[in-house]
């Protein structure tokens, strides 16, 4: 399998990756961890070769085939789902059009269309359109969306798309980065099954717990330009690394107590003439010591995200209400209709539902940014709305710093306000300047989650806001929910993250049909 050598990446002066060697096992399932701004897509984009390396080498032999599945779908797609998905196969749609080419000079060049025909044969070009909808049909899609334009699907619909298009060029070394994100939760069960089954090696970036868990056998940390490895699943990971951790903390200290008595003796005696020889041997040593103390370098990520949700006005006792609602695009097909739900103060909801049935659509319509089609829909008393969209390039401005996006976003806030929110999420000081537009994705979630918590909302709409979040910060996320004192409707596919903090679940199916359950009446999702 693929094989790093010596592999060194820069961004200016900050080292990313330091002197990295490592041979991909075969079959193996490897989850990449790390902080947000880590490096961790930095790493999979030079194996795919989409990144340039400073130093080193990336060996791919000949046999490997590898599949990438990125965090955002294609721009541009094929007009049809159908020849999206077949054009995965990047191989056998080049080979097509020779095919195409050795028709037109058929007449004359008979001999190179039957060659070229043979070849097409031989590598399965003639089975590639029903592999494709195979493929499809496996991952959910209908046989009669074959023909429909790709641009109007959801999120998670476009996602699976791509990885349709990744499954039809038969990977044998496939590279997930978050493939979790968009994707509803009956489709990463699915996905997790397919990849238990998989023949070959896997190479995935995710922040999703149980995800990492139900799948990989091995975890690459990624920290302060670092890439340590680590044998079993995440829970593992966690064990290992904190009996590394003390290990080298221990003999750090062992290292530091020798520096101290060398030191000691050399303050004491480097003035003796008769003791010189010996002092400057101590000298010698110490100088070792103090190199070998700065090559133990502890695998972590010290500094940890910290989320101050305040409510500056306390809202009435009912935040919103939705009578016999509808929403969509037009009244005459709305994607849900029937919905009631009442939203009292302090009530903290999640809504569950299968991709493209709806579940953005409603929040945009409760923040009013997509009218309601029908039904009564009524705002409470004191109410405040602070709305984390899923798409943060919706919002933020890519040719402006992280704090003047905050600024800007959160009307009233002042620069040293910005800037101390932006601090206690870790985008502190040169990086709160950075331009938004060259930051990660979780550095930019973390930016228009900043501007979120500036206007001390009452009533938080989150739709997707793990997406691209580092667990720790996830993580911290939750708690801040849990000790939040107002209210929360949000969209998410995590299930540690749901399950940590909501009190209802918003069940929402495609036979519009919704209900309100209580977390105290049902189990864990």
Known sequence: MIIVRNLIKKFGNRLIINNFSFQFPKDKKIAIIGANGAGKTTFLDIICGFEERDDGDIVVPRECIVGYLPQIPCEHPKDT????????????????????????????????????ERECSDKGLYALEADAKGILVGLGFENSQFRDDPRNLSGGWRMRLELAKMLINNPNFIILDEPTNHLDLPSITWLEQYLKTFKGTLLFVSHDRDFINNLADMVMHLSNANMNVYHGDFESFLEQKDEATKSIIKEKETLKKKQNQLQAFVDRFKAKASKAKQAQSKIRTLEKLKQLEDRLVVDDDSRKVKFRM????????????????????????????????????????????????????????????????????????????????????????????????????????????????????????????????????????????????????????????????????????????????????????????????????????????????????????
């Open 81 to 116: 789902i159908l020849d999206e998905c077949i054009s995965g196969n990047i191989q056998l749609c080049e080979l097509q059009n020779k095919l195409n080419e050795s028709l037109l000079n058929i007449a004359d060049d008979y001999d190179t269309y039957e060659k070229i």
């Open 310 to 525: 305040v409510v500056e006005t306390q809202s009435g006792k009912i935040v919103a209400e939705l009578e016999n609602c509808a929403i969509g695009y037009s009244d005459e097909a709305p994607l849900l209709e029937g919905l009631d739900l009442r939203i009292t103060r302090g009530n903290k909801i999640a809504v569950i539902g299968t991709n493209g049935i709806g579940k953005s659509t409603l929040l945009k319509s409760i923040v009013g940014e997509i009218p309601f089609t029908g039904g009564n829909f009524t705002i409470g008393t004191n109410v405040t709305m602070g709305y984390y969209e899923q798409e943060q390039l919706n919002i933020l401005d890519l040719k402006m710093n992280a704090v003047d996006n905050v600024m800007k976003l959160a009307s009233g806030v002042t620069h040293q306000q910005a800037m101390t929110i932006l601090g206690c999420l870790l985008i502190a000081k040169d990086n709160a300047k950075k331009l938004v537009g060259v930051m990660s994705g979780g550095e930019k979630s973390k930016v228009a989650m900043a501007a979120l918590l500036a206007r001390k909302s009452n009533f938080l709409i989150l739709d997707e806001p793990t997406n691209h979040l580092d667990m720790s910060s996830a993580e911290a996320l939750s708690e801040a929910l849990s000790a939040y004192e107002g209210t929360v409707l949000t969209v998410s596919h995590n299930r540690a993250f749901i399950n940590s903090f909501a009190t209802h679940i918003y069940m929402v199916d495609k036979h519009n049909k919704a209900e309100l359950i209580s977390c105290d009446d049902s189990s864990e999702l």
